[in-house]
């Protein structure tokens, strides 16, 4: 019920995971209250030995015993506690890059910006749409005149390269795509990598890979203009 389920599953996956966690709960008490209440030996111990001993041989050796598989449940509840996975970052980033992104759905650029002029605010897009636009030759001219903001998370890579990332997830972490943007211009050395910043860009069509190219996975080029850090 807290926020760390984000880092494994969509928000609007709680319920759901809720509901489950009550379900088995209610499950393990019924099991236990039955266990409890299984009618036992009124005879001696040493009917007890001979009983078992028969069993044993009846079944090849074999004692009955109640099965103890449920406490593997444990193990994945214990890895969480004690490991403490974190989200999903760079060390994610850089082994999905040159993956096909995500951005399959029609997007209207030119409506979204026409709101955005209307109301006389800078557009803040999700990466995603920012982009499936860059992936559309159609809106490439249009994005490349307006500013927009993005937020995500700073990726230097090896190569001195600065990469605007963040994930698009389905419903948890094993289908997350990652989205990717080149940054261009002076960014400080102060923001490190897994830095959350909130940025103002402008696309760059010229420097852009083509089309086809960012729906394959590369990553469209965007010149910086501003950019302030933020709480992750």
Partial sequence: VSDRILTFLRPQMRPYLVLSGLVLTLVAIVGFAL????????????????????????HGGHAHRASRA???????????????????GSWAADRQRGVMF???????????????????TEPEMRLLDFN???????????????????????????????????FVV?????DAALLEVDLRGAVSPEVSSETWVRVSVRFDPAESPAANQIRAGNAPVANLVDLETIDP
């Fill in 132 to 166: 499936t636009a860059a992936a559309d030759v159609d809106d490439r001219a249009l994005l490349g005149d307006v500013t927009v903001r993005l937020t995500g998370f700073v990726n230097r890579t090896d190569d001195g390269s600065v990469l605007l990332d963040r």
């Fill in 102 to 120: 995500a951005g399959t759905y029609d997007f209207d650029l030119g409506p979204f910006l026409q709101a955005h002029a209307v109301a006389g």
């Fill in 170 to 174: 389905g419903c948890c972490v094993a």
């Fill in 35 to 58: 266990d409890r209440l299984a009618p036992t030996s009124n005879g001696s111990e040493a009917d007890d030995e001979n009983h078992n001993a028969d069993e044993n041989h009846d």
């Fill in 70 to 88: 449920g406490w593997m449940l444990l193990t994945p509840m214990l890895v969480a506690v004690v490991v403490a996975p974190g989200t999903l």
